[in-house]
């Protein structure tokens, strides 16, 4: 028979390895990003388009919101053409938690939100790095400490495609874009943007930094973009940001990606 000691010594063990125990230091002033996806039925669809344009000016009235992006989608887990009229988000970045609950439990958006969307999913993300710049800024700085590499991970990817460069980046995409779907370790995925077609974005979700690092530096689909990216000059702006999901609220695609994962 075990000890009490050596219960307690187990039990402090399983606590230190368990998702569930993951922490991201935050350095004085780390923004919290929040991502919200609704995804409406067909219905509801002409509203969810319309209110791309109808929510921006209250929006940005909102006390405490740093910097945020109406997002469309596109149809799959990466880049791709065609639109998904189905599916709109809303990125926020936050001067602290208290702004984001308020905005999340009081707001006039979420409220709109939460009477036509079928479904809404809305996680709460720790930025751990951030290189690049959208729209003439890095809204996700200062970084937090990043977690181990076990832990779950969100990557951000997010470019303004000069004109003369369209045709080569939407031809290189596809190859990358379905092997991004057969990833191990991928937890779920969204193409994503302002205007998808010359300012793209992608989100992913990843259940550590190691599948997803072994995506990213060992995928030879996703190395030959990276290649031509530089190569050819693709990008007038691009910005590249990594994140700890710190929570996980509702569903997409009719699960919650992150169940027992935090």
Avoid at 198 to 210: D, M, N
């Amino acid at each position: 028979m075990q000890s009490k000691t050596e219960l307690a010594r187990r039990r402090e063990t399983l606590n230190q390895t368990s998702p569930k125990s993951y922490e991201c230091q935050a350095s004085p002033g780390t923004p919290l990003v929040t991502l919200t996806l609704c995804g409406y039925r067909a219905g509801e669809r002409l509203w969810a388009f319309n209110r791309m344009g109808s929510a921006r000016r209250e929006i940005s009235r909102v006390t405490g919101l740093r910097f945020w992006k109406l997002l469309g989608a596109g149809r799959g887990g990466g880049f791709g053409l065609r639109p998904d009229f189905s599916r709109y988000g809303l990125l926020a970045v936050w001067e602290d938690a208290e702004a984001a609950d308020r905005f999340f439990a009081d707001s006039s958006v979420m409220a709109s939100y939460r009477r036509h969307a079928e479904e809404i999913w809305s996680l709460r993300l720790l930025p751990v790095y951030a290189l690049g710049t959208w729209s003439g800024v890095n809204p996700f700085l200062p970084v937090a400490a990043p977690p181990p590499p076990v832990a779950p991970v969100a990557v951000l990817t997010r470019a303004s495609i000069r004109w003369g460069r369209l045709v080569s980046f939407w031809r290189a995409t596809p190859a990358t874009s379905r092997a991004l779907d057969a990833a191990p370790g991928l937890l779920a995925s969204i193409g994503t943007g302002e205007m998808p077609f010359i300012r793209p974005a992608t989100f992913s979700l990843w259940r550590s930094e190691t599948e997803m690092r072994a995506f990213a530096y060992g995928a030879p689909a996703h190395q030959e973009v990276i290649r031509r990216r530089r190569a050819e000059n693709w990008y007038g702006e691009e910005l590249f940001a990594r994140f700890t999901p710190i929570r996980s609220e509702g569903k997409w695609r009719g699960r919650d990606p992150l169940a027992n994962l935090l």
